[in-house]
């Protein structure tokens, strides 16, 4: 018998019946199943697995569970990274079969319903970011920054033009200049001024004729909106770049600005974060891009057409830069971007923005005789604080309070980002929680810096790990559960 048959008897064999009731002319005898196998395959001894009830095995998996946080179990005021409530339906919608069980080899006549949700989310998301195309490709945001780069640079070859530099504030996440890099340009830094805005002298001073692209990440990572992004993008096109928008913070700007609108030639959107969908962890993720027409070209290969005839995934386009990731992007999280966006309606995207933003900067008032906030008495969606006044007084770091609050059940907010500010704590409530889980945050926070320093330091005390090595732990991972593993 071959393997492929023996591999198909294993599986019906855990099915009700015998091996003898499901295959009558099998000339194998089921107890001699082995000698179908591969030799180097079979193992020499059975695996040493535990004898547990199942109950016991329920228990270990649920209780592994409970020691990770999560937006379903705890407050996450994760700075930049939008970590609000992901509502239920939308997985519902997304884990529909007629979603679920689609095979990406599918032909396009066979995927009709797909493509049709998929298009209307291109369209809905050119309309919010006030752009004309729009690709759903990229598979996080890092990836639609690097895929809008190499879109600009395919741009600057068709104009027979040759630059070499994209410029940066200094407020911006990390991942800009590491795109710039991937996607072959020097990263030139531009500084912020005193308010934390871009400083334009210091742009001027930077914007020749290599100077591709502007990438600027409005509102900031200080929490502030620049209120010379139209002036910012008069001055990069006069000397012929193009604007992009790291488009991480539109949760505190949806139905409200549009950045297309600011002069930004092309951005991406983080769905996951701004229009729901399961975050952290490292996925799963998506990041669209929105371009303006004269970059609409360049869009990566294929694009979803609507014809006569139905939708239609097209791949003449000879400027494209052709694929960026297999097949059509991360369609779990669109979809859930997709209901998220129909359940909201316009109105819906604005009140998201509005409540985001009333509530960052409740939480601002509320804590900043605390952690004073360096820049600006209010903020858009988040506000970054600093522990240095903290430090100075009674040595609590700004990691002293983020370890302290795992105690208190709250997921700690980021720390040491934006580098612009010294010891910062970048805090960002969202939308999604009430004015009691805030105030109970606040007060953690105002309980914790009361308490004797040497507790702090040695925070978090209710977590299976304390204080890990954190550069060893992400340069050298456990990828293998061992027995001495917890305590390593």
Aim: with cysteine; proline share 8%.
């Amino acid at each position: 018998m071959k393997n492929r048959q023996a591999t198909q008897l294993l599986f019906e064999m855990s099915k009700p019946g015998t091996a003898e009731d499901i295959f009558p002319d099998c000339d194998v005898p089921w107890e001699s199943l082995e000698s179908c196998l591969p030799g180097e395959l079979l193992a020499a001894e059975p695996p040493p697995l535990p004898e547990l009830s199942e109950p016991e095995v329920i228990r270990h998996f649920v209780n592994l569970s409970q020691r990770n946080m999560s937006v379903d179990t705890h407050f996450y005021p994760l700075g930049s990274c939008t970590m609000k409530y992901n509502p239920k339906r939308n997985d519902r919608a997304a884990g529909l079969p007629g979603f679920a069980n689609l095979h990406p080899y599918e032909p396009a006549a066979a995927v009709q319903g797909l493509l049709e949700c998929l298009h209307a989310l291109e369209g809905m998301l050119a309309e919010i970011a006030g752009m004309d195309a729009v690709t759903l490709q990229p598979a996080a945001g890092a990836q639609g920054e690097l895929t809008a780069l190499l879109m600009a640079a395919a741009y600057f070859r068709d104009r027979r033009e040759r630059r070499t530099k994209v410029l940066i504030p200094d407020a911006a996440h990390g991942t800009n200049p590491a795109s710039a890099a991937m996607a072959g340009f020097h990263a030139v830094e531009v500084r912020s001024d005193h308010r934390g805005m871009v400083d334009l002298e210091d742009l001027a001073s930077k914007l020749d004729s290599q100077a591709a692209v502007f990438m600027i990440t409005n509102p900031n990572t200080l929490g502030l909106f620049d209120v010379n992004v139209r002036r910012v993008a008069e001055m990069v096109h006069a000397a012929g770049g193009l604007v992009y928008l790291d488009g991480a913070n539109m949760n505190a700007v949806l139905g409200i600005v549009r950045p297309g609108d600011c002069g930004a030639d092309m951005m991406h959107f983080n769905p996951h974060k701004t229009f729901s969908g399961p975050h952290g962890g490292g996925g799963p993720g998506a990041g669209p891009v929105a371009v303006k027409s004269h970059l609409a070209d360049f869009l990566p290969l294929p694009r979803i057409a609507a014809r006569q005839d139905g939708f239609q995934l097209d791949y003449d386009r000879p400027k494209s830069i052709g694929r960026v990731r297999s097949f059509y992007g991360n369609i779990g999280v669109l979809l859930r971007a997709y209901a998220y966006i129909r359940t909201q309606g316009a109105e819906g995207l604005r009140q998201v923005s509005e409540r985001a933003v009333l509530n960052a900067n409740y939480l601002l008032q509320r804590v900043r005789h605390i952690i004073p906030v360096p820049h600006g008495a209010r903020c858009m969606h988040e506000f970054t604080a600093s522990a240095m006044k903290l430090k100075a007084t009674r040595n609590i770091s700004a990691m002293d309070l983020a370890k302290r609050l795992l105690d208190y059940g709250f997921h700690a907010p980021t720390v040491y980002f934006p580098l612009i500010v010294r010891d910062a704590l970048m805090v960002e409530p969202t939308e999604t929680e009430t004015k009691e889980t805030l105030d109970a945050f606040a007060e953690a926070l105002f309980r914790i810096t009361e308490e004797p320093v040497e507790l702090l330091h040695e925070a978090p005390h209710t977590t299976p790990i304390s204080r890990p090595d954190e550069v060893r732990a992400a340069r050298n991972p456990i990828l293998k559960w061992t027995p001495n593993a917890d305590s390593a």
